[in-house]
């Protein structure tokens, strides 16, 4: 007899992270009994057809033994890099129903994935989300370097029962997207995929006719991290003419940039460009804010910063320069400070060169500061 220590193939996922360990399950094999020279030859077999076959013996011999579980997270494993997804979670219904299994439950998610199927993908990202905290919410400190690997590994796993439901969510029509989202934030309200699913999520609330839902759930949604929700929560309170929410929401949010690291994966300069963009809109809404709060010098300096990365987005653009104009007339008309003024006459003037929001009345506002100019 000897002991046996459980073990699953090393699994990477492209642009995420690794499985460098594998969950512990601990049995005895007698190799003299038929069951334990199934278990020995199945632990050594490298192919998954015979993976396959020696599994399903087993399964069908000895249903309740106590490597079940394990036998079932081999075959899923195999099923599943064969694409006979169906029949892996088959077999991890089965044998969830003799109790849950981490490696089974992640298999079986694995499976629900590649079909795409959401129902599947909810259940099963629950299922192995739970299975996984049961480890990473322990008190008792790792005994040893293996009981160390042991919990590095559920962490992977519970990361990967999010990220499950993320990938899922940018490939889901609006409604689908929108239920994935919000099953992702009651799992866990502070993952790191939701800042990348933010934006896609707001828009889908508004495609499945939920428009209404995006500011509370950008209130919601921002917490930790998440500067593309806080960004959109200082929309909100932009147009419910809120300012000091405003400037807190965009001062969050740059902090949330500055403290988030680039994603595995992911090109430094992809990430420069991005974090640049995030950086420019939070100087946008600060510079608003402060406009909106009449505190011209702060509303000016935050304004000019925000111009390179939101001229992409006309609508921004011109509310910015149209802000930038009040800023600059009303710092320069007290002290008489026409070249102040001027500055201010040139923002409206850009402005109202812009089909947006603001060009109505940025053209007025030039008119007037032109005349007070002498029309000069």
């Known amino acids: 007899m000897k002991s046996y220590v459980a073990g699953l193939v090393l699994l990477v996922f492209p642009g995420v992270f690794s499985l460098t360990a594998q969950e512990k399950q601990n049995f005895v094999i007698s190799v003299g009994t038929p069951e334990g020279q199934i278990l020995q030859s199945l632990g050594q077999e490298t192919e998954d057809a015979r993976k396959i076959s ?10 309740k033994h106590e490597a079940a579980g394990w036998v079932a997270a081999q ?10 997804n169906d029949k892996a979670l088959e077999v991890a219904e089965a044998a969830y129903a003799n109790g849950p299994d981490m490696d089974g439950a992640y298999f079986a998610l694995k499976a629900a994935v590649a079909k795409e199927d959401l129902a599947q993908a ?27 690997q042991q919990l590095v590994y559920a962490k992977q796993v519970d990361e990967y029962s999010e990220y499950a439901l993320y990938v899922l969510a940018l490939k889901a029509m609006p409604k689908d997207e929108v239920d994935l989202v919000e099953t992702l934030i009651k799992q866990n309200p502070k993952s790191q995929y939701l800042s990348d699913v933010a934006n896609s999520y707001f828009a889908a609330l508004g ?4 428009a209404s839902k995006v500011c509370p759930a ?24 809120r300012a000091a929410s405003v400037i807190s929401y965009a001062a969050k949010a740059a902090e949330a940039v500055n403290t988030r690291t680039k994603r595995e994966g992911e090109s430094d300069s992809d990430w420069a460009t ?10 946008f809404y600060t510079g608003v804010g402060n406009a909106l709060e009449m505190r011209y010098g702060p509303a000016n300096k935050a304004l000019r910063a925000s111009l390179p990365a939101i001229k992409g987005s006309p609508q921004s ?37 812009i089909n947006g929001p603001m060009q109505d009345q940025a053209s007025r506002n030039a008119k007037l500061v032109l005349a007070e100019l002498g029309g000069k």
């Open 54 to 63: 020696l599994a399903q013996d087993f399964l069908a011999k000895y249903p």
């Open 75 to 84: 075959l899923e494993a195999a099923l599943v890099a064969q694409k006979d």
């Open 122 to 148: 909810k259940k099963w990202s629950a299922r192995t989300s739970e299975a996984a905290r049961k480890i990473t919410s322990s008190t008792k400190a790792p005994a040893d370097d293996e009981e160390k």
């Open 207 to 210: 495609k499945a006719g939920e």
């Open 218 to 241: 950008a209130d919601k949604m921002a917490v930790d991290k998440n500067a593309e929700a806080m960004l959109v929560a200082a929309d909100c309170a932009w147009r419910a003419n």
């Open 274 to 283: 991005k974090k640049s963009v995030l950086l420019g809109n939070a100087n």
């Open 317 to 353: 653009y011109s509310t910015a320069l149209f802000y930038l104009g009040l800023a600059n007339y009303s710092l320069g008309k007290p002290l008489g400070d026409k070249a102040q003024i001027r500055e201010g006459l040139k923002f409206f003037q850009e402005s109202a060169a």
